[in-house]
């Protein structure tokens, strides 16, 4: 396969077209399962031609996924595996951890990557009871909206990598420092792009976008959830209907794994519009890198609040 079409195809982040064939690089036959696309998406901007499998797309809810025997061979085949941690992969990573039976990327080796342990967490809450919906003890775990934080992670991911595979680890700083470079500008033009929605609100659901709107010094005004994890009810969704009138928020923000239904209920009676965002890298070109994910979704805020 010719090297420019092999790297294409090793972009595509479905577990079903795991990118096959070897490059002659310095990271040879570098296997890779990233829990979610967005550390796949990081892990190949550090190693172009990393072999990775995402256990996840941006159409399933990263909190449950089904621990299927395809995900638990790729386990078995990986060299490094690369999750967000933080209880976020509670409900299926252990599984494909203990199945795969693959002492390299056991919890505490070098191979088992958690982003969680290289930076901080917002609204940590050790007391948080799991009975009171699917909350986060650890913290908000969907940190890699946040680009500060997606550079700590990345720093710390480059240094991994490095451990891994000594050979390669000159050829990984190196990738590092461009692509830090080409993050820091990207985060300059976002912070001047964003400015009209400095202050604005949006009703979320589930706190996915919460360093995002951190970010941009947005607010969340309400959230379709009625508790951390659990879904809309339609006496919750009639409740943030009426808080809807004070607040004045641009839009009712939803991301693509999330079902409409509760977005929608909510857009026909408050007339305010239903933004649904991939919360994550896509096979879209429009999102299939981490900078283009930002991208569009800060572009589609500014142009709803823009009405
Ligand atoms: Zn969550």
């Not at 310095?26 to 072999?51: S, T």
């Not at 252990?94 to 070098?110: F, K």
């Not at 009975?131 to 680009?147: A, I, R, T, W």
């Not at 792009?193 to 996915?208: E, K, N």
């Amino acid at each position: 396969m010719p090297m420019i079409s092999k790297l294409m195809s090793c972009r595509i982040l479905a577990v079903a077209l795991t990118c096959l064939g070897s490059a002659q690089t310095a990271v040879a036959e570098l296997r890779v399962f990233a829990c979610e696309p967005e550390w796949g998406a990081l892990v190949l901007e550090l190693v172009p031609d990393a072999l990775v499998t995402s256990a996840t797309h941006a159409g399933q809810d990263p909190h449950h996924i089904e621990a299927r025997p395809s995900l638990i061979a790729a386990m078995r085949r990986a060299d490094l595996a690369v999750c967000t941690g933080a209880s976020l992969e509670a409900g299926w990573l252990p599984t494909l951890q203990s199945r795969a039976s693959n002492p390299a990327v056991h919890d505490g080796r070098p191979g088992m990557f958690f982003a969680s342990e290289h930076t901080t967490l917002i609204d940590a809450d050790p007391s948080a009871d799991r009975s009171k919906g699917d909350v986060h003890p650890e913290g908000n775990p969907h940190f890699h909206l946040d680009p500060g934080r997606l550079l700590e992670v990345a720093r710390a991911l480059g240094a991994r990598i490095g451990e891994i595979r000594p050979a390669a680890a000159a050829a990984v700083q190196e990738r590092l420092k461009g692509f830090e470079a080409q993050w820091n500008a990207r985060v300059d033009r976002w912070r001047e792009d964003a400015a009209p929605l400095r202050g604005r609100r949006v009703v979320v659901q589930h706190t996915a976008f919460a360093y995002l709107l951190g970010f941009l010094s947005m607010e969340a005004s309400a959230d379709l959830e009625p508790l951390p994890g659990l879904p809309p009810t339609v006496a919750h969704l009639q409740s943030v209907l009426e808080s809807i009138g004070e607040q004045a928020p641009v839009a009712i923000l939803q991301t693509t794994y999330q079902r409409p239904q509760p977005g929608e209920w909510l857009a026909q009676r408050s007339g305010l519009p239903l933004l649904r965002v991939p919360s994550t890298v896509t096979e879209a070109p429009e999102t299939d890198t981490l900078a283009e994910l930002y991208d569009s979704i800060i572009a589609q805020l500014l142009r709803v609040a823009q009405r």
